[in-house]
T-cell receptor, first 118, second 108 residues
Framework: GAVVSQHPSWVICKSGTSVKIECRSLDFQATTMFWYRQFPKQSLMLMATSNEGSKATYEQGVEKDKFLINHASLTLSTLTVTSAHPEDSSFYIC??????????????FGDGTRLSIL | QKEVEQDPGPLSVPEGAIVSLNCTYSNSAFQYFMWYRQYSRKGPELLMYTYSSGNKEDGRFTAQVDKSSKYISLFIRDSQPSDSATYLCAVNDYKLSFGAGTTVTVRA
């Protein structure tokens, strides 16, 4: 159980275009999902917390107008990188807490999206 | 001060050796501790999840938490080449805080 699917796995696009990345919890409902960014040989950096039915909470330094997050259902969150530029090229990963229970649940991660902006 | 400190290595061991990985954390209020394994170009995979102090064993993997010294460890017994990956420790207080990750290579 606790499978998180992320799509697409790899995208290449021209500078100035917008790119949408989907994150789905396949076998459980997730009221909260998280979006991370990872540069080569570095750890994961939390970008934002996505809450179903409400606005996302962004970490300090993350541009909310650049990285639009929508969490329209209990199984789907999307991250849209708007007007992408080469410096937005990175590995983007989403996560969701597992089936609800007592206490804080560990997060399960998607396989990430490699974004390359030309 | 970072919430979680982890030596990035790299660490290279022969097949069959015991791999020992360690992290320290700063906030004594943390109660939930995780170890993730990440292969190149993949998302992190949850290996071990521990609440509070103590040991937890799962096959060849053992996780230890010592809250008195704010120290968390992961041991991999009888290491295999397929264990070659980056190992990330994390503490969970609603949001995850990760260590830098230790890159491990198990030589055949």
């Amino acid at each position: 159980g606790a499978v998180v699917s992320q799509h697409p796995s790899w995208v290449i696009c021209k500078s100035g275009t917008s790119v949408k990345i989907e994150c789905r919890s396949l076998d459980f409902q997730a009221t909260t999902m998280f979006w991370y960014r990872q540069f080569p040989k570095q750890s994961l950096m939390l970008m934002a917390t996505s809450n179903e039915g409400s606005k996302a909470t962004y970490e300090q330094g993350v541009e909310k107008d650049k990285f639009l997050i929508n969490h329209a259902s209990l199984t789907l969150s999307t991250l849209t990188v708007t007007s992408a530029h080469p410096e937005d090229s990175s590995f983007y990963i989403c996560s969701a807490g597992g089936p609800s229970g007592t206490g804080v649940q560990p997060q399960h991660f998607g396989d990430g999206t490699r974004l390359s902006i030309l | 001060q970072k919430e979680v400190e982890q030596d990035p290595g790299p660490l290279s061991v022969p097949e069959g050796a015991i791999v020992s990985l360690n992290c320290t954390y700063s906030n004594s209020a943390f109660q939930y501790f995780m170890w993730y394994r990440q292969y190149s170009r993949k998302g992190p995979e949850l290996l071990m999840y521990t609440y509070s102090s103590g040991n937890k064993e799962d096959g060849r993997f053992t996780a230890q938490v010592d809250k008195s010294s704010k120290y968390i460890s992961l041991f991999i017994r009888d290491s295999q080449p397929s264990d070659s990956a980056t190992y990330l420790c994390a503490v969970n207080d609603y949001k995850l805080s990760f260590g830098a990750g230790t890159t491990v290579t198990v030589r055949a």
